[in-house]
């Protein structure tokens, strides 16, 4: 009947610990807490003006007008483009490589060193060389592309756009094609060292099992690794998902802080927290901060509702043994 | 039969292969460019390899911008939150693992649901609270936001919880200090996961460019990424060479980092994640 | 050192409200003696010990070493050493290190053996550091535990035994004045435990050191302890010598406990001052006694089987013999259905079905009431 907190009630040491906490909090106080109050707040008042914090009014009136602006819904379509497209599949292509990587022994450890590269490549740097392999005349891929005799590409342009819908479109799918395989580049590198260590946790004995049923390999993955992988499965989605919703730097680092090709107006390829850091870049501009606040406070929304939904879905739904 | 088995498995080494090059090609073309002349890397289309190689270039993109400025603050910088951060995150993590005190709970929490809220919420107000004590291009700036780290905080956390009470017990009454425990026993134990955090706190300053971009506006200050992506503002003339070039000194040391300490950063990474 | 437990007493709160883990202990451990606390998982024996530790405080009552009052010491004031289960020896140093860790790193403990070092060496023409004193104080305790070979290997590297002996050396490296030992054995196989057992005694003779020993093993109290403290539900049953409360126990829980196998509990009544065994009349009761239900408890060992020629004896049929090692065990039942176990005389056996009967030896039976107090032994 000794539990753990019973062990030791003689040597509590409260003060200690309150100590030991102060540095931590304080800075939580300051840098994560105050922000998180402050900007919800802030999303609210009209007229904001930085320098004095003076403001007009409560309403909620941003909230109406970023609903409605174009640049912050094309934000939403391109951050939900790389959480709903890329991310699947790059998970869909980590797992494949992951299954591959788990059967083979010899230079194992040499692959996944590799694979894990982009992980711990700047971020600014490893745009500039994709801006560079997708260059219409420099370019690596249209160099390859001409092997098989089709023209040169112009991947990253905006000419001519400004007077046609339909190539600001076909400039628009090409950049998101860009932008497309930047993610799988760099998405992949994590997913697979995730995927690998979620496959390795599975107790061999179930594949033993199955190979003593004569199961098709097919069946195994669909009976055995795919549910036995799903604690893995939920949590490389959600964190990734919520990284994608972050994406900023990579767009910025291929499209410049014009957030487009050269020759675009509009902020083509503009992302959610592009957009906040937009707004905040006009900060002496009354009521710039409380917009950046109010994108800020959806994108948080969005993060903890895809949180919670992890933990929900961890508890309740996951296939475990 | 067997013939079947290695047909299989030099198909998966095929793949494999193919994922991996496709992996390194950027890679590659960023170091292979980096080494042409400003005419080859301007040739239409681009050479496969340089055909002759140009070392200057690197020379001359430490001249484009004050690069090496950029490494000695990202360094500095990096330095710093390090040893700021592991010591934040250890004595917060060894007081929720092994202490006892009321609000416990509740204050773990705390810690625990800010790591679900991004970064980029705390941006603006982060950005306000700096410029307002003007410290707008200062170490300060750069520094302090990234000291608190509530993940680290919770790996190394799960990583105490694991020594066990009776080791408390016995150093208690052998008459040390919670201070002397944690120094003397608990930091040797849990020694992996601290480079850990500290390694995946460099990468992390190494990389992050946002918030670097944002507080820095005096070239002498900038990091790496936001000195990188400044140098070359997107415009017709770029030279390539010198960008690359670029890319390859900043990018180099952390892959080199990386190699070395790798065994570290995959168990730490896997760690956080497989456990959920 | 003597320790003396006064009106010990530990409540917890729990979610299920008060907790009384130890109730109202009084205890006096003579020094130099090696004592054992007993009893049941949950009984408050390692509460007990943790508060003479000083890891517990205390909710009511007093705790003396020598007569000075130390109830409100914090633990490492009190110059206790202490041995656990799972041997807690610090993984990443060296056994020698571990051993040292308390002479090295403890202010107090160190102040302490700075002092020693002084006045040994105000007397001595080569003067000792402190390091080669902490080398001298290790290399005593590692001989006296014989662990002398192994002070550079890793705890890891180490069987059981031997990390339990590295801890007991690390707990009397200090020269405490009291050694408390929980549960040191229930890690170890059997083998190992009964071997260590036997390291513990010796230590603690060579020594002299007033040791505690907290245990659930009846057995290993039984052979090593100079007395016991058997406890029940946090309170005191009975204490004394390992034989005599063997012997003689107090009530039927402490009868029950000891002993191996149990001792033998038969329902039954006294009438008229007759006693009455399953139903059947057996004897005549000494003294006065009230007609009551009780409970008869006679161990095996002291009943035989009464030879053809013999007159009385309690009858009963033969219904089960087992062979363990050099014993063999009758299984015997009564009229109303009782089984009770005795031991078979190899030089006479019987057989299965055998009627039977049995004679109990002198003094060897207790009776006890209904709430477990013992009655009359004879």
Sequence with gaps: MVTKQNKKDNLSYTKTAYIYLIPAFTLLAIFVLYPIINTIITSFKLDYKFLTGAFTEFNIRYYHEMLKDPVFRRACVNTSFIAFVCVPASMISALVVALALNSIKRFKQLLITLYYLPQVTNVIAAGFVFLLIFNKNFGLLNTVLGWFGIEPVAWISGSGIAGSAELYNQSYRRCLFVLFVYSMWQGLSLKVILFLAGLQNINPQYYQVAQLDGTSKLNVFRKITWPLLSPTTIYIYVTSSITAFKAYSMVVAMFSEKFGPPGDNSKMMITMVGYILEQLGDYLKPGAVSRASVAAVVLMLIVMILTALQLGITKRGVHYK | ?276 | MQVRLENMTKKFEGKAGTVVAVDHLNVTIESGKLIGFLGPSGCGKTTSLYMIAGIHSLTNGHIYFDDVDVTGLAPEKRGVGMVFQNYALYPHLSVGDNIAFPLVNSKAIRQRFMKELDELNQSALKKTTYQQYVDMQVKEAATLVEITEYLDRKPSELSGGQQQRVAIARALVKKPDILLLDEPLSNLDARLRLQTRDEIKRIQQRTGITTVFVTHDQEESLTICDEIVLMKNGALQQYGPPQSVFDYPENQFVAGFLGSPPINLIDGEIRDGQLFLDGKRWRKIPGNLENQKVKAGIRAENIRIAADQEEEGFPATAIAISKLGGMTTVTAQLANGSKIKLYQDLSSPIMVDEEIRLKVTKDATMLFEGSGGKILQW
């Design chain 2, 1 to 276: 039969m067997k013939h079947k088995l290695i047909f299989r498995k030099s198909l998966l080494y095929f793949f494999l292969i193919v994922v991996v090059i496709l992996v390194i090609i950027p890679f590659y073309w960023m170091i292979a460019t980096s080494f042409k002349s400003e005419a080859e890397s301007l040739r239409m289309p681009p050479t496969l390899y340089p055909h002759k190689i140009i070392a200057g270039n690197y020379k001359e993109a430490l001249l484009l911008a004050p690069f090496l400025r950029y490494f000695f603050n990202t360094c500095t910088v990096a330095l710093f939150v390090v040893g700021i951060s592991t010591t934040v995150s250890v004595l917060s993590a060894f007081a929720f693992a092994r202490l006892e005190f009321p609000g416990k709970q509740m204050l773990f929490f705390m810690v625990l649901t800010t790591m679900m809220v991004p970064q980029e919420m705390l941006i603006i107000t982060n950005f306000s609270t700096i410029a307002r004590l003007g410290w707008l291009n200062t170490y300060r700036a750069l520094i302090l936001p990234f000291c608190i780290n509530a993940f680290h905080i919770y790996l190394l956390r799960q990583n105490i919880m694991q020594i066990s009470d009776e080791l408390y017990i016995a150093a208690r009454i052998d008459g040390l200090s919670n201070f002397r425990y944690l120094l003397k026993v608990v930091l040797p134990q849990i020694k992996s996961t601290v480079v850990t955090a500290m390694l995946l706190s460099m990468i992390w300053i190494w990389n992050t460019f946002a918030w670097p971009n944002l507080v820095t506006t005096q070239d002498n200050m900038r990091l790496v990424s936001n000195g990188l992506k400044n140098a070359f503002t997107i415009n017709s003339s770029i030279r390539y060479d010198l960008q690359m070039a670029a890319a390859t000194m900043v990018t180099l040391p952390l892959i080199l980092a990386f190699v070395c300490t790798r065994k570290y950063i995959l168990s730490g990474i896997v760690r956080g994640g497989v456990k959920g």
